[in-house]
């Protein structure tokens, strides 16, 4: 290493030097990476790559949860808990249980803003529940919320909030197994451009475009 010019040599001990010190910091993000990746591994079968094209060792530093026999919903609340952290909250969903979101009284007393993107497919399950389309409404009536409807569906759901994007992943079943979250640059910038490339294309609604179906 002394010959690569890593380290130096005082006659006493030896020092990094300046090319060390990088070398020391490349191969620290180096293991993190690897680290990560291999975290990854664990949840890679509910990923949906064709939709998440994002180079996997893009995670470094992500942390994973993993839903298991003593606590399945892990993955979920992990998600709810990003989702209550930020001011200003965008989300992609496609899954959707209204109940699981802030009232507009918790987004009053939050201050947070709210910007919800979710698929048509779900707009009927929503009218079938009366109590959904209450707290839809009570939240629509919200000058910091807005919803959209698209009719694409998403592969996948995300919650951004400023610098952090968590991906909640789904299973053929219906269950929510893993959750995924990031604070890494170029997820956080593909997952907002994902989330505007969907909002742009979709239909904004409010509290009047949804009703109880049979009213």
Do not use: C
């Not at 680290?35 to 949840?43: K, P, T």
């Not at 994973?64 to 998600?79: G, I, Y």
């Not at 496609?94 to 007393?109: C, I, K, R, V, W």
């Amino acid at each position: 290493m002394e010959e690569k010019g890593w380290i130096r040599s005082d006659g006493w001990q030896y020092e990094l030097t300046p090319l060390g010190e990088t070398m020391q910091e490349m191969l620290a993000q180096a293991i993190d990476t690897t680290a990560s990746v291999q975290d990854l591994n664990q949840v890679i079968e509910w990923i949906p790559t064709e939709a998440m094209d994002v180079p996997l060792d893009q995670f470094g530093g992500a942390t994973v949860s993993v839903a298991n026999q003593n606590d399945p919903t892990q993955p979920a609340r992990e998600f709810g808990k990003l989702r209550n952290d930020g001011t200003h909250i965008r989300i992609l969903a496609h899954a959707f249980d209204p109940l699981q979101y802030a009232t507009g009284q918790e987004l009053d007393e939050s201050e947070q803003s709210l910007e919800f993107v979710f698929p048509e497919s779900l707009y009927k399950k929503l009218q079938e529940n009366p109590d959904a389309i209450r707290h839809v409404n009570e939240t629509l009536d919200k000058e910091r919320v807005e919803f959209y409807l698209t009719s694409e569906e998403p592969a996948f759901q995300l919650v951004l909030i400023e610098d952090t994007v968590g991906f909640l992943l789904s299973s053929d079943d219906g269950t929510f197994p893993a959750y995924i979250e990031s604070q890494n640059e170029s997820v956080v910038r593909w997952a907002t451009k994902k989330f505007e490339t969907y909002r742009e294309d979709a239909t904004p609604i409010t509290a009047a475009d949804i009703s109880f179906e049979g009213q």
